[in-house]
């Protein structure tokens, strides 16, 4: 149910899906017409920074099926008009949830392709950590919103000021030549 309402609030709440994005995959949700759906939604929105209309995400979704498959034409239509008929009300809540269940299911696909991995004669053991690890980053840059400027201003003035540190330790590049010069 969740996975059905976070697709109906991505496709109507202005915003939210560009906002999410790095925290979303079509493959973290587990209905093939949601996955469908929400691939078109990305791949819209990755390449017109906007949401598509209900007419234009049904024609999309319908060009990557068969036209003879009358059954698939027409759950997917239905699918994507439920979607657009459903209430959104809670859309703020729902939306202050999709880093964690994208994370969630990052990391519950890391973990099935380890099994899978693991269950083959021959596995790669060092592809095992760096897999986890980048599933627990998935939605982590939505986390950070950087710095609250006016905050600490007196301390920072106070520290750019002290004539005892050095201009290379105020204001530090991350390269340590260049901070050094």
């Not at 979607?83 to 696909?109: H, P, R, T, W």
Request: proline share 3%; net charge negative; glycine share 6%.
């Amino acid at each position: 149910g969740f996975q059905r309402h976070a697709v109906a609030v991505l496709a109507r709440w202005p915003g939210a899906i560009l906002q999410y994005r790095t925290a979303l995959d079509a493959s973290y949700f587990e209905d093939a017409q949601l996955q469908l759906i929400v691939g078109v939604l990305l791949e819209f929105s990755d390449t017109q920074n906007t949401l598509p209309t209900e007419d234009t995400l049904i024609e999309l979704a319908l060009a990557s099926v068969k036209s003879e498959d009358t059954d698939a034409v027409a759950r997917i239509t239905e699918c994507v008009q439920d979607l657009y008929l459903e209430g959104i009300e809670d859309g703020s809540f729902v939306i202050s949830k999709l880093a964690e269940f994208g994370k969630d299911q990052a990391v519950a696909n890391a973990v099935l392709e380890i099994a899978d991995d693991l269950a083959k004669p021959r596995h790669d053991k060092a592809q095992i950590v760096p897999r986890l690890q980048q599933a627990m980053l998935v939605g982590e840059d939505l986390v950070n919103v950087g710095r609250f400027y006016r905050e600490g201003v007196e301390e920072r003035s106070q520290r750019y000021l002290d004539p005892s540190i050095t201009a290379a330790r105020k204001v530090r590049t991350g390269i340590f030549h260049l901070d050094h010069l």
